[in-house]
């Protein structure tokens, strides 16, 4: 756990049973546009590419995640000790959102992973009230959902909280936490870790069959990407499996979608092309960025712990050879970062695509960052699948040190959140 002690400040870093209930209908057609198409006030667009960063806020505690409801023009805050506030016109609002920080969840902030970690609001929020959190306990990743007070807008209704999916969990870092809706299916992607310690000592990144552990109480839906449909339940389960994830039929956990990441702390989609982006903490050498295309993400295998970035990890997987990165159902990182040396990464931060109005000429360009170096990267993907990367000049004092997250409002602005509480907007001019 050595090299994430840091930082990890943050984050270091059955088959079938066909009993899908319908509980609405609210999942959105798949229009191939925006969910987000918001009739919300938009910006006079500044051309050019000169990218700056300017604070709009800042709350107490450390801020993970900023994200909206679609449609909706305030931008709510994910704090790690439990809270969610919520911003609007540069003014954060005194009282809470939502206040967790009194149940169970157990948070380390700011020198741990665990805490408050994710938000994404139901895509027919505006109508249904209602949104999920993923939060950790003691030996638990928790998503609940959670539903909006019926007299406040500003306010959630704290007695509405319920459990969707709970993970046992062994050790306090590597918890993952993004949780997103699909742009295109309206399913719930979660994103977990591999548990923690170091060294995925469970072998849970690449075991998908409760069934199949090569090691004691492995838990396969850690180091994964699920796949959930939360508005539906399917037996015991408060939620239905999507039939075509890739073992909904056997063969595996029915949930998962995506296979071997480390902590995926920050993924999320391309709202406009249903891409994914999977910033992925390493473990001991390399950083990573794999994008991963709509139509082609489902059984994906990031490879960890069978190997990290390019090449085979450890010892973990003795016939690992690194010719089959990125062969298979195996792939490839279409970006890497090592650890070393003075500018080296230590827990990437991704990281969204602009799809704003403000700033026309970063529209389809994805920003990340690490939690250590704290740069600010541009990067787009190319036709042929690869990722081109720019580090852009830092101001004078630097880029904010401390990113913990670049995520996008309902207009498809992207602001950065900091382990010290700020909020900044990214920008862009001449
Ligand atoms: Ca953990």
Known sequence: MRNKALLLVLLAACGDDGGNTPKDDARPVDTGQLVDSPPLATCNPVNGTNVSVKMIGQITGSALLATSPPNDGRLFIVEQGGTIRVLEN???KPEPFLDLSSTNIEADTPQGERGLLGLAFDPDYANNGQFYVMYTTQNQDIVARYKVS???????DPASGEIILSIPDFAPNHNGGMIEFGPKDGFLYVGTGDGGNAGDPRRNGQTVDRNACTVANCEP???????IDVHTTMGVKNYGIPADNPFAQGGGEPEIFVIGVRNPWRWTFDKMTGDMWIADVGQDLWE???VLRHGEIGGKNLGWSRYEGLTCYANNYAGCNPAEVGTGNFVAPQFVKTHSGTTGWKAIIGGQVYRGTCYPDLVGSYFMSDNTAHPLVRATLGADGTVTTTDLPAPTGGWPTGPAGIHADARGELYMTTTNGRIYHIEAGP
């Open 90 to 92: 540069d003014q954060v």
């Open 288 to 290: 990573e960025l794999t």
């Open 150 to 156: 019926a007299t406040d807008l500003n306010k959630a």
């Open 221 to 227: 839906l850690l180091g994964k990407i699920l796949r």
